[in-house]
């Protein structure tokens, strides 16, 4: 039975909707394997000729694709804002943190109190936007009107150290479990974000309320992806460039899979399929990988 426009368009991601690892286009692949490895304590989980796969107990978080032959991109186009990694543990968070400051205090950009979350920001040596986080209970979220209700207050990085830092966190950085929590990406309006990745792709929007942005999830969280036009308004598609190669987004279930692919084709879509991901752009050439958790 053919469904409607009507139809697709209610259609909603599964609750258990995850973020899996980011690609990125890297032009000295040695120097961001040391960076994501020393600085922020990840390990390399497979490396071949050409890539590496950094992450944490064998979770891919990064995937840096060696690609010198292409330029760095500009700020104001449009890619990637940032790769926010989640932590368990409020330590777990500081260890990443203090690590940083330790091999590369130069990276950092700023901290912040979300209501929802405490968050740490770097740039990588490339210039890829990292946000490094720990969530509050879902509990201790205020939702108004459907919108989770979130901020940009002022956190001290010293004072949060000094108060989860532990002597075991300094001597084993990489405690504890972490994954990507979201990504925000840069684009060129918001209104174009809201249409493709509510109404086509089937996230619910969960935050509307901050100039410039969407924040976007499913299973009520407060956001798996976020869109900006800060930098980035009116930009048009990407150029090959460094930076963002792909972002994975992991579904529960191969049938999760086979409805998103039919509902984004129904919309014009460019769709391939390799038999473990379905790949397409976003209407910026950001490239979105599909899969199962299996794959």
Known sequence: MTQNVETFENARLADQTE????????????NMIKYYTQALPLEVIAQQEGSAIIGRNNRPLV???????????????????HTAILFETETALAAAVYSIAQYAPN??????????????????????????YWDRD???WSWVHGEVEMDTLFLDPNQYLRDYLTEDAVENP???????GHVHLQVGDVDTARKFY???????????????????????????????IWNS????????????????????????VGEVAERVKHFGVQVADDGKHLSFEDPWANV??????AV
């Open 19 to 30: 973020m899996g690892a980011v690609t990125l286009k890297v032009a000295d692949l040695d």
């Open 63 to 81: 995937i840096l694709e060696h690609a010198p032959a292409l330029k760095h991109w500009s700020r104001r186009d449009a890619g990637l804002f």
């Open 107 to 132: 990276t950092f950009t700023g901290s912040s109190d979300h209501l929802v979350s405490k968050a740490f920001y770097f740039n990588d040596p490339e210039g890829n936007g990292i946000e490094l």
């Open 138 to 140: 879902r509990s201790e």
């Open 174 to 180: 990489s405690i504890g479990d972490a994954t990507i």
């Open 198 to 228: 509510v109404d086509w792709l089937g996230f619910d929007a969960t935050h509307a309320n901050t100039p410039g942005a969407l924040f976007v999830s499913a299973g009520g969280y407060h956001h798996h992806m976020a869109m900006n």
């Open 233 to 256: 308004r009116g930009a048009g598609r990407r150029d090959k460039t460094l930076g963002l190669g792909e972002v994975d987004i992991v579904l529960p279930t191969a049938d999760d």
């Open 288 to 293: 979105l990988r599909i899969q199962t958790e």
